[in-house]
């Protein structure tokens, strides 16, 4: 099923920058099947272009965890022979399966898996996948060519939640280092109560796919393995166009989707009604 949802919340004392791949929203630590769920987007901070970088053939990158030596065997692209593990760059060879088409991202469809599209004034800024009480949210941003984005990342997120009360730490975990903590449930209000969060990152060619599992996975491991394995087998769509490091890549509705909501529009323009194409609407539900 995929749903579109709009940030209600915006009355609440929130941190400056929250649209920034290193900083922390309030939204992110909604419980699944609330009337909110994460949404923290992009905000482009002052830099130069990625154009003065390091160079970096794209082709060099083989998933997150490539093979190599003799075990290296790539096979062609789309094919289950993809040497390596994601998540995977769209002009690489990746596991032919079926996908969610977000533009930016392609996201595994799984049984009984519902992903929601978080919505902040006009624009997508993420998409959320939920899992029972648990949750992954996914966003890609543009990086330099030279990597180490998620790095920086890292480490303001972790300000960030400790200025606002909360508790953050590194750890390693199946994508490299992550970041876990326990953050406030309402930033800014004073209440003690925290929430477990686990922020996982993965540095690709010139992007940062960045995610936040949340709800009971975030501090039960065997109920965040589905939402890991998840985000390891997520395909990035970069581009070729230019974009400065840190630019959230554009989330598309899915081609379904927009053709359902074209049909809507029709039906209240025929009616001399015009929904805003961001309110709720139509859901679309996959049987399998």
Do not use: C
């Not at 194409?277 to 996959?286: A, N, S």
């Amino acid at each position: 099923m995929f749903r579109r949802r709009r940030h209600t919340g915006e009355h609440r004392p929130r941190p400056e920058g929250t649209t920034d791949p290193g900083a922390f929203g309030d939204d992110e630590l909604a419980e699944p099947g609330d009337d909110e769920l994460a949404e923290p987007g992009e905000l482009a901070e002052p830099g130069d272009d990625d154009a003065g970088d390091a160079p970096l053939d794209d082709s060099d990158y083989v998933g997150r965890h490539a093979l190599t030596g003799e075990d290296a065997h790539p096979g062609e692209p789309g094919s289950d022979e993809a040497a390596g593990s994601g998540p995977w760059d769209s002009g690489e060879q990746y596991p032919q399966r079926e996908r969610v088409d977000l533009g930016s991202l392609l996201i595994p469809v799984h049984p009984e898996q519902e992903v929601q599209l978080n919505v902040a004034g006009e624009h997508i800024v993420a998409a959320s996948v939920t899992i029972g009480r648990s949750s992954l949210q996914v966003q890609a941003f543009a990086a330099p060519k030279s990597g180490d984005l998620w790095e920086e990342v890292r480490v303001e997120l972790a300000q960030e939640i400790r200025t606002l009360g909360g508790q953050a730490q590194e750890a390693d975990g199946p994508f490299g280092t992550e970041l876990q903590a326990r953050v406030p449930t309402e930033p800014g209000s004073g209440q003690a109560e925290l929430q477990s969060a686990r922020y996982i990152g993965v540095d690709g060619p010139r992007w940062l796919l960045r995610g936040t599992i949340s709800g009971q996975a975030a501090s039960r491991p065997e109920l965040a393995k589905p939402l890991e394995e998840l985000f390891a087998d997520v395909v990035v769509v970069r581009g070729d166009h230019p974009a400065p490091p840190r630019d959230l890549l554009e989330i598309q509705l899915p081609p379904e989707m927009r053709e359902a909501l074209e049909q809507e529009m029709a039906q209240a323009e025929e009616r001399g009604q015009y929904p805003s194409p961001f309110d709720r609407g139509p859901e679309i539900t996959e049987t399998r």
